[in-house]
């Protein structure tokens, strides 16, 4: 089972109908179609049922939506896990006017040094 197919099941069971999923996900229509038939396929199970107001979930597709919704939930979890965001905040250095020059210019281009007040 691809996980790409997941993502598409997910956003159709949310948005209902192909277009607004395909929106979602920046994709063409016809590559839902496809990744949602491929995910049928490789589960066996028909998730969705066509309505004239788009796509409702079968009694598979409800119970393949918790899954998936878990799937969903344990690799945003893992990503959040192993994302080394870089340091945020204030840095002051105390140096003479020559080196603070030095070390602002070098550690973002085009960041200049501000004398410090008092």
Same mark, same amino acid.
């Given at each position: ?8 099941? +997910?956003?159709? $069971?949310?948005?209902?109908?192909? %277009? #607004?999923? @395909?929106?979602?996900?920046? =994709?063409? !229509? ?34 393949? +939506?918790?899954? $998936?919704?878990?799937?969903?939930? %344990? #690799?945003? @979890?893992?990503?959040?896990? =192993?994302? !080394? ?34």
């Amino acid at each position: 089972m691809d996980w790409e197919d997941v993502r598409f099941f +997910l956003a159709l $069971a949310r948005r209902g109908s192909l %277009s #607004a999923a @395909a929106r979602h996900l920046h =994709v063409n !229509h016809a590559t839902v179609a496809r990744r949602i038939g491929a995910l049928e396929a490789a589960l066996g199970q028909v998730l969705f049922e066509r309505r004239p107001d788009g796509y409702g979930l079968t009694r598979n597709g409800e119970a393949a +939506l918790e899954a $998936a919704a878990a799937m969903e939930a %344990s #690799a945003l @979890a893992l990503s959040d896990a =192993v994302r !080394h965001d870089e340091p945020q905040g204030t840095v002051r250095v105390t140096a003479v006017p020559s080196v603070a020059r030095l070390v602002a210019a070098g550690s973002r281009p085009g960041a200049a040094a501000r004398p410090a007040a008092g």
